[in-house]
């Protein structure tokens, strides 16, 4: 005759082992924080990460104190400069090791600026490998004829442009294979590759997606948020 099944009490499953040390509160909470920093710090590096905007160089797509989001891995997956600030022999750093969808005109992207690898930029691309890029009494010319340019801003006066500044009179250059040829928005108020060159395609860190946040410090509101401006997205 079989018997009825029973339920086993955790002794019986485990006479002979010994008793499981529980984790302290403080350790658990330790543990927590750090698992969240590692997946933070991963996150921030291979696929979104937040920045501000300090200048006018992208007016008005871009204002002072837009807080955006940059999709970081868009492009494909692109080695960090550094891993916590510090360097490991034999890592390709500052380089794709693969590559999802190509670089487009018009896409606006963070990027190393080529001359100081400390600091971070924000353009759109103008010219991508193979354009003959040039700048025409402040207009874009690009293949030999005048871009289609619906974003371009201008502060200055046609009568006032100047023709030994590259800012106004720039090329024809054309954009050598693994470069981008960069512009500001703001035409008149933009360092970009009229002065200081291309930038190189493994310089992209990632493409603006949209403003998290836009905080109008001169405006004198309060609070002085640009309400309208949260949540959209940068094109």
């Not at 997946?39 to 200048?55: D, G, K, W």
């Not at 470069?179 to 200081?196: A, I, P, T, V």
């Not at 310089?203 to 001169?218: C, F, K, L, P, T």
């Amino acid at each position: 005759m079989s018997e009825p099944l029973r339920t086993l009490e955790p002794e019986e499953l485990a006479p002979s082992a010994a008793p499981v040390a529980q984790k302290s509160v403080l350790r658990e909470y330790a543990e927590a924080l750090g698992i969240a920093m590692i997946l933070a710090m991963f996150i921030r590096t291979f696929i979104v990460q937040a920045y501000e905007i300090p200048s006018a160089s992208m007016e008005p797509t871009l204002l002072i104190g837009d807080h955006i989001l940059v999709n970081k891995l868009v492009y494909g997956l692109r080695m960090p400069d550094s891993i916590f600030g510090l360097r490991v022999g034999g890592l390709p750093y500052g380089h794709y090791l693969f590559h999802f969808e190509p670089i487009r005109r018009g896409d606006v992207i963070v990027f190393v600026y080529p001359r100081d690898p400390s600091e971070d930029y924000i353009k759109r691309v103008i010219g991508i490998p193979g354009d003959v890029v040039e700048v025409k009494a402040g207009k874009v010319w690009l293949n030999g004829a005048p871009m289609l340019d619906p974003h371009a801003h201008f502060e200055v006066p046609d009568n006032d442009r100047i023709g030994a500044s590259p800012r106004d009179f720039f090329g024809p250059v054309t954009v050598p294979p693994g470069n981008l040829f960069m512009m500001g928005d703001n035409r008149d108020d933009s360092s970009d590759s009229r002065f200081w060159g291309f930038a190189p395609e493994d310089n992209v860190e990632g493409r603006a997606m949209d403003i998290y946040w836009s905080w109008d410090g001169g405006g004198g509101g309060f609070p002085p948020l640009r309400w309208s401006r949260i949540g959209m997205a940068v094109r």
